[in-house]
């Protein structure tokens, strides 16, 4: 999900034209899945023959997009607070901790402790600067 559309309810600029993703964030959006295959192949590079990496990506791509659409609910209402957009992004990212716990919780099952909780201090990194990406640029838009 990413995370301006889920900001934004205008499917449409001011000037009538559709609204379209730029090549920026097209690349933003798949970021994520790169850095998890790549963390999850770093962790399991021993038994590479019986571990499917993007399998595993793809059962837990619904945690992942709860805990996303988690923060864009906390960010929604306070874009035009005078919040700096470093700060609300990482407080939404604190208010949504369980749905964070539940992605964590997924992947150790799958990958062990230690690499689930490295694979979700990056993801976690990745959102916040998503986040403020996403809050300046629909602060922008006003």
Not at 47 to 71: I, K, M, T
Not at 87 to 98: I, M, T, W, Y
């Amino acid at each position: 999900m990413a995370v301006a559309t889920a900001l934004s309810e205008e499917p449409y600029r001011r000037d009538g034209s559709p609204y379209t993703r730029s090549p920026k964030a097209g690349c933003l959006t798949g970021m994520p899945a790169g850095l998890l295959t790549l963390v999850l192949f770093a962790a399991t590079s021993a038994g590479a023959d019986e571990f499917d990496a993007l399998a595993v990506y793809s059962q837990a791509q619904p945690l992942n997009d709860r805990w996303q659409a988690c923060a864009a609910t906390f960010v929604k209402p306070r874009l035009r607070s005078q919040q700096p957009p470093d700060v609300l992004a990482k407080e939404a990212l604190d208010s949504c901790r369980p749905e964070q716990d539940r992605l964590r919780l997924f992947f150790a099952g799958k990958i062990g402790g230690r690499s689930a909780e490295n694979v979700v201090i990056l993801l976690r990194e990745k959102y916040q600067s998503d986040l403020v990406s996403a809050i300046n640029e629909l602060r922008n838009r006003e």
